[in-house]
Nanobody, 113 residues
Framework: VQLQASGGGLVQAGGSLRLSCAASGFAFSINTMSWYRQAPGKQRELVAVIGPGGDTNYADSVKGRFTIARDNARRRLYLQTNNLKPEDTAVYYC????????WGQGTQVTVSS
């Protein structure tokens, strides 16, 4: 299993970023995928989840601003982040659970005020 996240960067408050996660080594289309984030000094937290059929769920803190999506043909997971706030600053990880968790290497998102 490999999960390769990309797309992070430095952005001003109110800006947007599109995170991407390239997946390989497992049956991507039939598995639930998630994005988590971890801010400095804080625990890793769930941001968004998408099921195999496209059903989604979001943390309250990002509802209405972030959108999770998947492209099964390209084996890619996405997180569109809009109206970013300084408190969104964190390392963002794509995640898969196959009876044990798999994590990508993370991509840093930094939002300046």
């Amino acid at each position: 299993v490999q999960l390769q996240a990309s797309g992070g960067g430095l952005v001003q408050a109110g800006g947007s970023l599109r995170l991407s996660c390239a997946a390989s080594g497992f049956a991507f289309s039939i598995n639930t995928m998630s994005w988590y984030r971890q801010a400095p000094g804080k625990q890793r937290e769930l941001v968004a989840v998408i099921g195999p059929g496209g059903d989604t769920n979001y943390a309250d803190s990002v509802k209405g601003r972030f959108t999770i999506a998947r492209d099964n043909a390209r084996r890619r997971l996405y997180l569109q982040t809009n109206n970013l706030k300084p408190e969104d600053t964190a390392v963002y990880y794509c995640h898969l659970d196959l009876g044990r968790p798999y994590w990508g290497q993370g991509t840093q998102v930094t939002v300046s005020s």
